[in-house]
């Protein structure tokens, strides 16, 4: 067998990147989210022998907050597979090689793994984000205050499932609620947030409003007995932050009591609010540590010092 060429992704590999992500990934990665980026191709990268495309990897520009306020260019790299004919000969090494040397103006890069050691030779070092609560999980007191404050007309929430166009109304909450308190969270761009409603498709939504504002939300899913509460924010300045958080819980805790949600996963930064609110929400749940995330200086050093959170809508 030939030795494997890399070379930019071409409008005809879609079919080749797609048979090779349903094999290489468990469970099998769609093609989805990558078809949102408009610049798809020009970031990605592909491995190819005599029998076709047998790697691949996508380098994603994106803004990411750091300590201080400040806001880093960020080289994310993610889709990094080896077809298995090809395992073995360094060419995950390769693509990550040929990745990085394209993105000399970025001022660092940042990708998530389950196998550091492929990265760590390529200058790679760990991080850790205790970017989760987990553990069992029974409907709170808290629901029945929180439905009773539903019914007044300038404090409810609202639902919705998420899709195409949902997340519209929540951008301003999310930005606020993460500028000059989280380090790298994303500064999400269009191209972001349509990305996280391709990863959320299907959640629930839900929104607590005052007047025309959107003054906090909360994205949940149930998978089985477990709910996930995928992503929150309030904005800082709420005039009952505590109270809006509770009315959001309270909502999702209604639903997960219907369907007999037994055990929760919950993505709550690791704010004095937002952990006072999800403690109160599941009192059994402890802090996981993820260990997944790596980054790398390019032109700089990441400034990631403090609380650092990453939710599921922006993985990549």
Do not use: N
């Not at 519209?168 to 191209?191: K, M, W």
């Not at 990631?304 to 599921?312: A, C, P, V, Y």
């Amino acid at each position: 067998m030939s030795a494997a060429t890399i070379r930019v992704a071409r409008a005809g590999d879609e079919t080749g990147l797609t048979a090779l992500w349903a094999t290489a990934f468990t469970p099998p990665l769609t093609p989805e989210q990558w078809l949102v980026d408009d610049d798809r191709l020009a970031h990605t990268l592909v491995a190819e022998d005599d029998a076709g495309l047998c790697g691949s990897i996508h380098g994603l520009p994106k803004r990411l907050r750091e300590s201080g306020g400040g806001i880093a260019d960020v080289h994310a790299i993610g889709s990094v597979a080896v077809a298995e004919r090809a395992r073995g000969r360094g060419l995950a090494r390769r693509l990550v090689t040929a990745t990085l040397e394209a993105a000399r103006d970025a001022d660092w890069a940042l990708l998530f793994t389950g196998t550091p050691e492929v990265y760590r030779s390529r200058g790679f070092e760990t991080f850790s984000m205790p970017r989760t609560l987990t553990g069992p999980w029974r409907a709170p007191a808290v629901a029945e205050a929180a439905a009773e404050r539903r019914s007044e007309p300038e404090g409810r929430v609202v639902r919705e499932t998420v899709g195409t166009g949902s997340l519209g109304s929540v951008r301003e909450t999310y930005e606020c609620s993460r500028a000059g308190r989280v380090a790298l969270a994303p500064v999400r761009s269009d191209r972001d947030w349509s990305m996280a409603e391709v990863r959320m498709r299907g959640a629930m939504l839900y929104r607590r409003i005052e007047g025309s504002a959107v003054v906090g939300y909360a994205i949940a899913r149930v998978r089985g007995e477990v709910g996930m509460l995928l992503e929150s924010a309030v904005l800082p300045d709420a005039a009952d932050a505590a109270g809006v958080h509770r009315d959001l819980l309270a909502a999702v805790a209604a639903e997960w009591a219907a369907v007999g949600v037994a055990t929760c996963d919950l993505a709550v930064a690791a704010l004095a609010d937002d952990e006072r609110a999800a403690q109160e929400f599941a009192p059994e749940a402890v802090r996981q540590d993820d260990r997944t995330g790596m980054i790398r200086p390019l032109r700089r050093a990441a400034r990631l010092h403090g609380i650092r959170h990453f939710t599921e809508a922006d993985y990549f």
